[in-house]
């Protein structure tokens, strides 16, 4: 190891370096000096970020830091218009400036030290920030937890590094550190730069069994690949449970295990769902993952790990394919102990006492403590495992979704925020209940049955062993057999690129509905703005990412991305969303294509988003245009796709959305404009169709898509389609519903695009509803053709 002045080695630290490393880093040093092989790697420190801030000069010989603390002295935090533009400036400034010689050339000879230990001139490495004022809660440094994965290159590994350091400045960041009187000159950012592990088989381990709390024993769960798999819950993975000190295996569940996730073969980038059987071989679907003395090994590790931290640790590992060993990628502390809640006692109850109800958004059962929020200011409070109680969720609150265990808010229908995520994460959600934030406190114990719409008081016994069983036997879902074939195509709905694979692990036929809303607000900034800011090729560079991400996961099955369709009270709600008007009625406003076509300049970064991921050799994407009501919406569309060198029909599908009854009823006019497909988007086109406001839970009860005025709407347009072989489909939450699925495949639709978690069951419906339809002609015929059935 050669002198380093801007580099430390993860064995030259320990969790004393925080102030130099960042918290990751000093973690990531505690543990390999203790011994725990954690993948190599090194931390470029604060100490560098803080010399290329002091040394940099900008055009007018003053330094990058003074540059940087005359515009925060002169930035009102409150108004935040000028916080998002000022930030912005400081952000771009730091990626554009070149990096300093000095610091390069270091990082450089890190890397190459670091693949030559591998006997490589270069590996795959992940890149991650970390900052130094540790004390400071997840929330300030939001946007700030960049990670870049798969990483490769001396160049690419110095333009993270830089993103990283970037990322410090986020309007998100530079706001909660202004509120909480942390100086904003004295935090400094640490970039980690680590070996990714290129996993055989992995795993997760508690350190104490998380379903009984036996603090002797250990549970290991384990799998094929990726360590995704098993994190997700897309694949139920081996279990052992090991005993501390005896080492002896108490108990070994083999599980089937159908899928895995390995780095994607074609682009050597990013990572795929593939079949066991198929990409190993049958026999590895039901092989013990761990051999006897592998699985000894893990659980040994972990009782050290445990006893370095002193507490139970909820630990991620790998066997490495490049040089078998056991690594550690992931070590915390398991927080949903009984023992760590000393003040809080959970009411573990046999009588199921209702407390609230809503609308079920998101099926399955959920427990636990209740944590109240109002924003995401408060993220960091919920914990893994609590119950997130909320208003109403939005983009920022995603991470604290991901930790829950289930989710209540008061307001919001079947289509709304917390609804359209919690489906995807595969986390129980009550929406709707009006008054959950008030009737329910912190430190409370609840049962959430997201089915049923149902709020129960403490921890209902029954309802939860249930639960249990149903993981046990396999959870409900991700499909793990093979999927049904049915000549209804049943693909799924997706609007959070993460949750892409999850979705791709149900066998859906592709996507029918990619939102691009979540995608943008999560952005975290107004997509005009951008643009405004002459920032427009960071905007299109976001989008490409997420569609990117879910392209590769379905490829080569088709998905279908639709333009940006927000009403212009939610734009409202984002940074830099001041300029949007007051309008008196947003479902009826601008939004949709409407809005698409007069700021051109958004349609363009989507399509040019779009272009960018098809260059590179995804042609499975389609474009789908919203709220669509005249033809020359479709035309002026087109040409504005054609302006950035994307050409519908023959790089891109080209289709719309049926939700304006209007389109419905001039169905051949929009057909003659060119289409591929068409995909009725149910929500909106019944609140057209009977004049009920979908997200008005006054008149909900009227609300109905099987209205036989919608089911005739939908019934002419799949006629017209079919006589101009134009595909159709449905996206709208209804075709989630079996009794809607069932009509669909009555009047001939062609793919009835459902939620992750419903994707089975309508498989299931639509191939019952399918042999039915067969069985009646085959049956009519039979009658027909034999006059004499003697029997
Ligand atoms: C619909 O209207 O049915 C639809 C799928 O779009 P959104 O819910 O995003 O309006
Ligand atoms: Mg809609």
């Known amino acids: 190891m050669s002198e380093y002045r801007f580099i430390k080695?993860?064995?030259?630290?320990?969790?004393?370096?925080?102030?130099?490393?960042?918290?990751?880093?000093?973690?990531?040093?505690?543990?390999?000096?203790?011994?725990?092989?954690?993948?190599?790697?090194?931390?470029?420190?604060?100490?560098?970020?803080?010399?290329?801030?002091?040394?940099?000069?900008?055009?007018?010989?003053?330094?990058?830091?003074?540059?940087?603390?005359?515009?925060?002295?002169?930035?009102?935090?409150?108004?935040?218009?000028?916080?998002?533009?000022?930030?912005?400036?400081?952000?771009?400034?730091?990626?554009?400036?070149?990096?300093?010689p000095e610091i390069a050339e270091e990082i450089e000879r890190a890397y190459k030290e670091l693949s030559a230990r591998f006997n490589k001139d270069a590996v795959y490495v992940a890149v991650r920030s970390s900052a130094t004022a540790e004390d400071l809660p997840e929330a300030s440094f939001a946007g700030q937890q960049e990670t870049y994965l798969d990483v490769y290159g001396v160049d690419d590994v110095i333009d993270k590094v830089k993103k990283c350091w970037a990322s410090l400045w986020t309007a998100r960041a530079t706001f909660y550190r202004a509120k909480q009187g942390f100086d904003h000159s004295k935090v400094y950012l640490s970039a980690v730069v680590q070996k990714m592990v290129n996993s055989e088989k992995s795993g997760v381990m508690f350190t104490a069994n998380p379903v009984t709390n036996d603090r002797n024993e250990i549970m290991i769960n384990a799998s094929w690949g990726l360590g995704e798999?098993?994190?997700?819950?897309?694949?139920?993975?081996?279990?052992?449970?090991?005993?501390?000190?005896?080492?002896?295996?108490?108990?070994?569940?083999?599980?089937?295990?159908?899928?895995?996730?390995?780095?994607?073969?074609?682009?050597?980038?990013?990572?795929?769902?593939?079949?066991?059987?198929?990409?190993?071989?049958?026999?590895?679907?039901?092989?013990?993952?761990?051999?006897?003395?592998?699985?000894?090994?893990?659980?040994?590790?972990?009782?050290?790990?445990?006893?370095?931290?002193?507490?139970?640790?909820?630990?991620?590992?790998?066997?490495?394919?490049?040089?078998?060993?056991?690594?550690?990628?992931?070590?915390?502390?398991?927080?949903?102990?009984?023992?760590?809640?000393?003040?809080?006692?959970?009411?573990?109850?046999?009588?199921?006492?209702?407390?609230?109800?809503?609308?079920?958004?998101?099926?399955?059962?959920?427990?636990?403590?209740?944590?109240?929020?109002?924003?995401?200011?408060?993220?960091?409070?919920?914990?893994?495992?609590?119950?997130?109680?909320?208003?109403?969720?939005?983009?920022?609150?995603?991470?604290?979704?991901?930790?829950?265990?289930?989710?209540?808010?008061?307001?919001?229908?079947?289509?709304?925020?917390?609804?359209?995520?919690s489906r995807e994460l595969g986390i129980p959600a009550v929406v709707g209940t009006k008054v959950a934030t008030k009737v329910l406190k912190t430190g409370d114990y609840v049962t959430v049955d997201g089915t049923r719409g149902v709020v129960y008081k403490g921890i209902v016994k029954s309802l939860v062993e249930k639960k249990e069983e149903e993981k046990a036997a396999g959870g409900q879902v991700v499909v793990a057999g093979a999927p049904l074939v049915t000549a209804t195509k049943v693909k799924v709905n997706v609007s959070m690129p993460e949750v892409a694979e999850r979705a791709a692990a149900t066998g859906a036929d592709g996507v029918g509905l990619l939102r691009a809303e979540h995608m943008i607000l999560s952005i975290g900034q107004h997509p005009v703005k951008f643009i405004k800011e002459g920032r427009e090729e960071e905007l299109v560079e976001k989008l490409a990412e997420g569609i990117r991400t879910v392209a590769a996961a379905f490829y080569p099955r088709p998905v279908w991305y639709r333009t940006l369709d927000a009403p212009t009270n939610e734009f409202k709600e984002m940074p830099g969303g001041e300029d949007e008007p007051d309008e008196r009625n947003p479902m009826l406003g601008w939004r949709g294509i409407r809005r698409g076509l007069d700021q051109p300049e958004l349609l363009r970064a989507e399509f040019k988003a779009i272009k960018k991921v098809v260059e590179e050799g995804y042609d499975n994407i389609g474009v789908m245009l919203p709220l669509v009501g005249h033809p020359e919406q479709i035309r002026k569309a087109k040409e504005i796709a054609r302006s950035v060198g994307l050409e519908p029909h023959k790089d891109v599908e080209w289709g719309v959305m049926i939700e304006v009854p209007a389109a419905a009823l001039i169905i051949e006019d929009l057909i003659k404009e060119g289409l591929d497909f068409v995909s009725f988007g149910t929500n909106d086109l019944t609140q057209y169709t009977l004049a009920i406001d979908r997200d008005n839970d006054r008149i909900a009860y009227l609300y109905d898509e099987k209205h036989p005025a919608v089911l005739k709407l939908i019934k002419h347009v799949i006629k017209v389609a079919k006589?101009?072989?134009?595909?159709?489909?449905?996206?709208?939450?209804?075709?989630?519903?079996?009794?809607?699925?069932?009509?669909?495949?009555?009047?001939?639709?062609?793919?009835?695009?459902?939620?992750?978690?419903?994707?089975?069951?309508?498989?299931?419906?639509?191939?019952?509803?399918?042999?039915?339809?067969?069985?009646?002609?085959?049956?009519?015929?039979?009658?027909?053709?034999?006059?004499?059935?003697?029997?």
């Not at 218009?81 to 990626?95: F, G, H, P």
């Not at 109680?389 to 808010?409: E, F, G, L, Q, W």
Request: net charge negative; glycine share 8%.
């Open 9 to 100: 080695w993860f064995e030259e630290l320990s969790k004393k370096d925080v102030p130099l490393v960042g918290g990751k880093g000093a973690n990531l040093g505690e543990l390999t000096n203790a011994g725990i092989p954690v993948p190599p790697g090194f931390c470029v420190t604060a100490e560098a970020y803080k010399y290329f801030v002091e040394n940099v000069k900008v055009e007018d010989g003053r330094t990058l830091q003074e540059w940087i603390m005359d515009i925060i002295s002169k930035t009102n935090v409150d108004d935040s218009k000028q916080l998002q533009e000022n930030t912005a400036k400081i952000r771009q400034k730091i990626i554009e400036l070149p990096m300093l």
């Open 229 to 421: 798999a098993v994190v997700s819950g897309s694949v139920t993975p081996d279990e052992y449970i090991v005993e501390k000190g005896t080492w002896k295996i108490k108990e070994k569940f083999i599980a089937k295990k159908e899928v895995m996730v390995v780095r994607n073969p074609e682009t050597g980038k990013g990572t795929v769902y593939v079949k066991v059987a198929e990409y190993l071989g049958p026999e590895w679907v039901e092989k013990q993952v761990l051999t006897d003395e592998q699985i000894v090994e893990v659980a040994k590790m972990g009782a050290k790990i445990e006893e370095h931290y002193g507490w139970p640790q909820d630990i991620e590992w790998a066997y490495d394919k490049d040089d078998g060993k056991l690594y550690i990628v992931q070590s915390r502390p398991i927080t949903t102990l009984k023992e760590a809640k000393s003040e809080e006692k959970a009411e573990v109850t046999e009588e199921a006492e209702v407390i609230l109800k809503g609308l079920g958004a998101s099926p399955g059962i959920g427990a636990g403590r209740v944590v109240v929020i109002f924003d995401a200011s408060e993220i960091d409070k919920v914990k893994e495992g609590d119950v997130l109680v909320t208003t109403m969720t939005n983009p920022d609150m995603v991470p604290a979704m991901k930790r829950a265990s289930a989710i209540i808010t008061d307001e919001g229908g079947r289509t709304s925020h917390a609804a359209i995520v």
């Open 723 to 791: 006589k101009y072989g134009v595909e159709t489909s449905i996206c709208g939450q209804a075709g989630s519903d079996p009794k809607m699925a069932k009509i669909l495949v009555r009047l001939g639709i062609d793919s009835i695009s459902a939620n992750p978690d419903a994707v089975e069951l309508i498989r299931k419906t639509v191939a019952q509803e399918e042999q039915k339809l067969i069985l009646e002609a085959a049956r009519k015929r039979l009658f027909e053709d034999e006059d004499e059935l003697d029997f």
